[in-house]
């Protein structure tokens, strides 16, 4: 039974997030995690005495929140939403990415879906926001569903990579498996930005990866170009691409793709969710 943590802060973009997790594993029995964490305030020494008053209005603020949770079960049931999912919810009061390493430690998450607010919500997802620190510090798949993002069922759905490094493969094994689900096309992805042919260590790589996909429905394809946005931009406009999958250990290519200041250029960030995967 899969296992899925939705950090929540109950707002619309959050919401998003939630049905489209919904939809993209209906019909399918997972145990769905959702989630509010209390973010724990920084102190400076100081500042750091604690009252009892404080300690109370904190324990208020859990409890509101756990209600607040109860309720947004009660509004996925109300719609007829939960079909063989299981829920239960977590609230609690920490330092956001520590309280996300521990529940999915805790509970076996096998994936985290996260929303985001688009290109000016979470600072176009840079380093320093919750959904980036996530991606890059907690080992554990993350699906970013930005709030414009629609559920398709996942006809399309394409790997960027540059071949640089050798994939443990079972780190491909939720891509896989939403292929298999959904008998998708992965469409694997070369940006090539120098006019030069592939090493032999790439070569090496391609064909790894091309022998742990047999039986899965895919393909290789190159462009070549001077910017890897642009390019990744114009591939998923022409085979209108439904989610975009890459792996959090080839880290300097997923921070060209992800976390570059000027993507609000690119409808990718605020309508195709992407799925990073960890080893």
């Not at 079909?83 to 430690?105: M, N, Y």
């Not at 890059?136 to 960027?160: G, H, M, Q, R, S």
């Not at 990866?209 to 642009?230: C, D, K, V």
């Not at 990744?232 to 300097?252: G, H, P, T, Y």
Request: include cysteine; charged fraction near 25%; aromatic fraction near 8%.
């Amino acid at each position: 039974m899969t296992r899925i943590l939705i950090p929540t802060d109950f707002s619309s973009n959050a919401w998003n997030a939630i049905l489209y997790g919904l939809e993209l594993f209906k019909g399918q029995e997972c145990v769905i995690y959702l989630s509010h964490i209390q973010v724990r305030p920084v102190f400076t020494a100081a500042e750091s005495t604690v009252t009892s008053n404080s300690l109370e209005l904190r324990d208020q603020i859990l409890r509101d929140r756990k209600r607040n949770l109860e309720d947004l079960v009660l509004r996925i049931r109300d719609k007829g939403l939960e079909g063989k999912h299981t829920f239960a919810t977590l609230a609690s009061s920490d330092f956001f990415v520590d309280s996300i390493k521990s529940q999915v430690e805790d509970y076996k998450i096998d994936l985290i879906i996260m929303g985001t607010r688009g290109a000016s919500g979470l600072k176009k997802i840079t380093l320093g926001s919750n959904t980036g620190n996530v991606i890059t510090k907690v080992k554990c798949p993350v699906l970013v569903v930005p709030e414009d993002a629609v559920y398709e069922k996942l006809n399309e759905i394409v790997f960027p990579t540059d071949y640089q490094i050798n994939y443990d493969l079972g780190v491909l094994e939720v891509m896989v498996g939403l292929i298999r689900k959904y008998q998708s096309n992965l469409r694997i992805l070369h940006i090539a930005t120098r006019s030069r042919e592939l090493t032999a260590e790439q070569e090496k790589n391609k064909d790894l990866l091309h022998e742990y996909l047999n039986g899965a429905p895919h393909s290789f394809h190159t462009l070549r170009g001077t910017s890897i946005e642009t390019s990744l931009q114009c591939f998923i406009e022409s085979r209108d691409i439904q989610m975009v999958v890459m792996v959090a250990k080839n880290l300097n290519f997923l921070q060209r793709i992800l976390f570059r200041p000027i993507v609000e250029k690119f409808s990718y960030h605020t309508e195709i969710p992407f799925l990073v995967l960890h080893e």
